[in-house]
């Protein structure tokens, strides 16, 4: 996702903006210091000192990570967490659970099985033997188990990717460690994940940009209100392929192994953290518009859908939740 925040620059605020690479994208805090003084160097270490430590737990990238050494550990082998993964791992549970198990952190082998992993990218359209084989090491109530003593793994080959959550914890840790140095109005992205609180420097609430769905073009779709909130955009416009007529995108349906084929391209959510959020956006975006809506209104979340129409427009849908915080 690529966002954009809409403010201007009041006088008397002093604005931070920090920038760098981490989970291979970057990130920016723009931080408002009003009434004290803060020490922008202290900052930018502690920020960086932050993402280090997450990646440290969350990356698949890291051989070394914790992560990787839990889907490195033996089918049945029990792996303590650590606090940070274990909140995270818990979350990731509960949204595959609410959303019909269309967020599932087990996907991976799906991915890279049709060319959207890190290896080559093959794109091509594998047979049904081939993801029914991949189907076999996916599903995560059914390949993972989380208990007290830790999480373990049922099903030879199971492995979990943190990608469509971790950005959103990282937004998270930085949104603390931003608090600790007494600040109040700022905004975190990372990867268009983001957080906002307060105020921008220009007084008034953050405004964030929604990207129109079409590949190529940075024009914006709409803008949201989210300051105390986190927001999490995903969209299937950006990474796909072509055969035979048919239109696949990276966005995997774990439950039949498919790209999604339905008419919705972009999902926003907004929720109390950036991590929710980010986990939200893609089971939303799995869901598609008719059955995200439901459980947006039964689990009071504040969702917008783009769908394709027919021809070459948009159509937009919105929950109660969603429309209530623009109104």
């Known amino acids: 996702m690529s966002t954009a925040a809409l403010a201007a620059c009041k006088p008397g605020r002093e604005v931070l903006k920090l920038s760098g690479a981490t989970m291979g994208t970057t990130y920016h805090v723009v931080a408002i210091a009003q009434g004290n003084s803060v020490d922008e160097k202290a900052l930018d270490a502690a920020i960086r000192t932050s993402l280090t430590k997450v990646n440290t737990e969350m990356s698949n990238w890291d051989a070394s990570s914790e992560i990787s050494r839990v889907n490195a550990a033996a089918t049945g082998e029990t792996m303590r967490l650590s606090p940070s993964l274990r909140n995270v791992m818990q979350n990731a549970e509960a949204v595959h659970l609410a959303s019909d198990r269309r967020f ?24 049904d033997e081939e993801i029914q084989t991949a189907l076999q090491r996916t599903g995560q109530n059914r390949v993972l188990s989380l208990t007290e003593a830790g999480l373990s793994k049922s099903a030879p080959g199971a492995e979990i990717y943190l990608s469509a959550i971790g950005k959103g914890y990282g937004v998270d840790r ?64 950006r990474n ?59 689990l009071d979340l504040a969702v917008m859908f783009i769908d394709r129409e027919d021809g070459q427009g948009f159509s937009t849908a919105a929950s109660s939740r969603y429309n209530t915080l623009q109104a």
């Open 104 to 127: 599932d952190v087990t996907v991976g082998p799906l991915i890279d099985l049709w060319g959207f992993g890190s290896g080559p990218a093959s794109r091509r359209v594998p047979a």
């Open 240 to 298: 796909f392929f072509e055969a035979d007529g048919t239109r696949y995108s990276h966005i995997i349906d774990p439950t039949t192994g498919r790209p999604i084929l339905h008419d919705t391209v972009s999902a926003t959510v907004l929720t109390e953290n950036a991590m929710l959020a980010d986990a939200w956006a893609t089971a939303m975006l799995v869901l598609g518009r008719e059955r995200g809506l439901e459980i947006a209104e039964t």
């Open 174 to 237: 930085v949104a603390d460690v931003v608090r600790s140095f007494g600040v109040t109005d700022f905004m975190v992205e990372i990867g268009g994940d983001l957080y906002a609180s307060g105020r921008n420097s220009d007084g008034t609430p953050w405004r964030i940009g929604i990207e129109s769905p079409v590949a190529g073009d940075r024009a914006l779709n709409s803008v949201a209100n989210v300051s105390g909130y986190g927001m999490a955009t995903s969209g299937d416009y």
